[in-house]
């Protein structure tokens, strides 16, 4: 059996990797569009305390966060996991009683949270924090490295016989997959579209109940003198708090970095299937003179999965659908505080503002913003502005903390608002719309597609995920 998984981002990588430990001959297409949200997203794995009123939503995420352990087991290397916690702070301790309810009532089905506790100085456990914030502890919530969960996932992949192709991958009506070289025009109708989406879209359903924002707020500027809506005068920057991330209403992870992907891992010696796989050197994608210009050139396929994130609705145009899939901007800061160990500080979800957490190296990331200004990837100053000012808002000790980085990511929301995950076709499956979630539920959702691809019954009924088409 041959698969073509178009799109390299932590879904294709995860279905990549499940069906190559099946025996399938598996080929993964690399597009290196700027944006891709996989790369260096925050991380944040914490399900229990969002989409209060959206069951199918929950067992989605709630399944992706249940995965990891196993996962990181059978990858036998690190991939940046580590249960650190989750503080969820307020500056009013009654803004803690909805989502305190909504943990005792979900703790029967998900003891993995572990047993959540009053914290009555969350600067104890991380130090910038304000002195006037009350908490939670959610002790079973895991940050991850996106980057490393990728970079795994292809090295397994590869090592089992799958091969990863840099191009763009461009479907035929038939379903068919042609192979243009990443510096090559493609065909017409190929390029990314997009059209506002309406008030709310992609929101979750409970929007009074939920944590904390669900979707870019009304904006308070006019459009723009030419009516473009796909960029305000203000970059989006007035859209709502920093750090309300995508769909998440207790801040899940924008996924996403300015550089694109970082390099394709490089292939190791053969394992089994399920065999913990050594650390290996990262190596760069298959040479661009393997796809001559002209017609691309075809890839068998017996089933093709596309998980091209926000671009999956592009990629399947020419199959005579419309999948209602928008790119939602992220914008995130990574600081550095010289000669502190943050490797273990848990991640700060506040009431409102931006999601905190702390990574090996001295890193502290803050983040994101929520915009919807279409395939614009860029950092820009009024992003910036919010993120800073919203995190020393809520961590006053950052003040003198080092700018290091800056990443930006175009998360693939579903505008009807639940993931997007089955056939389109019968040759074309497809898994996209995971939002800010990508990292909670890729690789979970991965397993779920190779499923599909494989005529195997998935661990989960799909059908609230499945595609319906415009």
């Keep these: 059996?041959?698969?073509?998984?178009?799109?390299?981002?932590?879904?294709?990588?995860?279905?990549?990797?499940?069906?190559?430990?099946?025996?399938?001959?598996?080929?993964?297409?690399?597009?290196?569009?700027?944006?891709?949200?996989?790369?260096?997203?925050?991380?944040?794995?914490?399900?229990?305390?969002?989409?209060?009123?959206?069951?199918?939503?929950?067992?989605?995420?709630?399944?992706?966060?249940?995965?990891?352990?196993?996962?990181?087991?059978?990858?036998?290397?690190?991939?940046?996991?580590?249960?650190?916690?989750?503080?969820?702070v307020a500056e009013d301790p009654v803004d803690l009683e909805p989502v305190r309810a909504l943990l005792r009532r979900r703790y029967a089905d998900a003891p993995e949270m572990g047993e959540v506790t009053d914290v009555l100085t969350p600067s104890d456990l991380f130090p910038p924090l304000s002195d006037d914030?009350?908490?939670l502890l959610v002790p079973g919530a895991a940050r991850v490295d996106g980057s490393a969960v990728r970079d795994a996932l292809l090295r397994a992949a590869v090592a089992r016989g799958a091969e990863v192709l840099?191009?763009?991958?461009?479907?035929?009506?038939?379903?068919?997959?042609?192979?243009?070289?990443?510096?090559?025009?493609?065909?017409?109708?190929?390029?990314?579209q997009w059209a506002q989406p309406?008030?709310?879209?992609?929101?979750?359903?409970?929007?009074?109940?939920?944590?904390?924002?669900?979707?870019?707020?009304?904006?308070?500027?006019?459009p723009s003198a030419t009516g473009d809506l796909t960029e305000s005068p203000l970059e989006a920057s007035a859209e709502g708090p920093v750090g309300?991330?995508?769909?998440?209403?207790?801040?899940?992870?924008?996924?996403?970095?300015?550089?694109?992907?970082?390099?394709?891992?490089?292939?190791?010696?053969?394992?089994?299937?399920?065999?913990?796989?050594?650390?290996?050197?990262?190596?760069?994608?298959?040479?661009?003179?393997?796809?001559?210009?002209?017609?691309?050139?075809?890839?068998?396929?017996?089933?093709?999965?596309?998980?091209?994130?926000?671009?999956?609705?592009?990629v399947c145009r020419p199959l005579g659908v419309e999948?209602?899939?928008?790119?939602?901007?992220?914008?995130?800061?990574?600081?550095?505080?010289?000669?502190?160990?943050?490797?273990?500080?848990?991640?700060v979800l506040p009431r409102s503002g931006p999601y905190l957490l702390g990574f090996p190296g001295s890193r502290?990331?803050?983040?994101?913003t929520v915009e919807d200004v279409g395939f614009a990837p860029r950092v820009t100053m009024g992003g910036l502005e919010e993120v800073i000012a919203a995190g020393l808002r809520v961590a006053p000790g950052l003040f003198g903390a080092t700018v290091s980085e800056t990443r930006v990511g175009l998360r693939p929301v579903n505008a009807p608002g639940p993931a997007l995950i089955g056939r389109l076709t019968p040759r074309v499956v497809v898994a996209t719309g995971l939002s800010a979630y990508g990292l909670t539920a890729g690789p979970f959702t991965g397993e779920l597609v190779a499923k599909l691809a494989l005529d195997e019954q998935p661990p989960i009924d799909l059908t609230p995920y499945a595609p319906r088409t415009a």
Excluded: N
């Design 323 to 347: 999948l209602p899939v928008f790119p939602r901007r992220g914008q995130i800061l990574h600081a550095t505080l010289d000669g502190v160990d943050t490797a273990f500080w848990p991640i």
């Design 198 to 222: 309406g008030p709310g879209a992609g929101a979750v359903s409970g929007r009074t109940t939920s944590w904390r924002q669900a979707a870019p707020l009304a904006p308070d500027y006019p």
């Design 1 to 88: 059996m041959r698969v073509v998984v178009i799109g390299s981002g932590i879904v294709g990588a995860s279905a990549a990797y499940y069906l190559s430990g099946r025996g399938v001959a598996v080929t993964v297409v690399d597009s290196g569009s700027q944006g891709q949200a996989t790369q260096a997203g925050a991380g944040i794995v914490c399900p229990w305390v969002d989409h209060p009123e959206d069951d199918s939503w929950y067992r989605l995420t709630s399944e992706g966060a249940r995965h990891y352990p196993r996962l990181v087991e059978a990858l036998g290397e690190d991939i940046g996991y580590a249960k650190v916690g989750a503080l969820l």
């Design 133 to 135: 914030l009350s908490a």
């Design 244 to 314: 309300a991330a995508g769909d998440a209403p207790f801040g899940g992870p924008p996924d996403g970095s300015p550089e694109g992907p970082a390099p394709v891992p490089a292939p190791v010696p053969p394992v089994e299937p399920d065999v913990p796989v050594p650390p290996a050197e990262p190596v760069a994608p298959s040479v661009a003179e393997r796809v001559p210009a002209g017609e691309g050139v075809p890839l068998e396929a017996d089933v093709v999965i596309v998980a091209a994130g926000a671009w999956t609705g592009e």
């Design 364 to 368: 502290v990331v803050i983040g994101a």
């Design 166 to 192: 840099h191009g763009s991958a461009v479907l035929t009506p038939d379903g068919q997959v042609r192979l243009h070289a990443a510096d090559e025009d493609i065909p017409a109708g190929s390029g990314p």
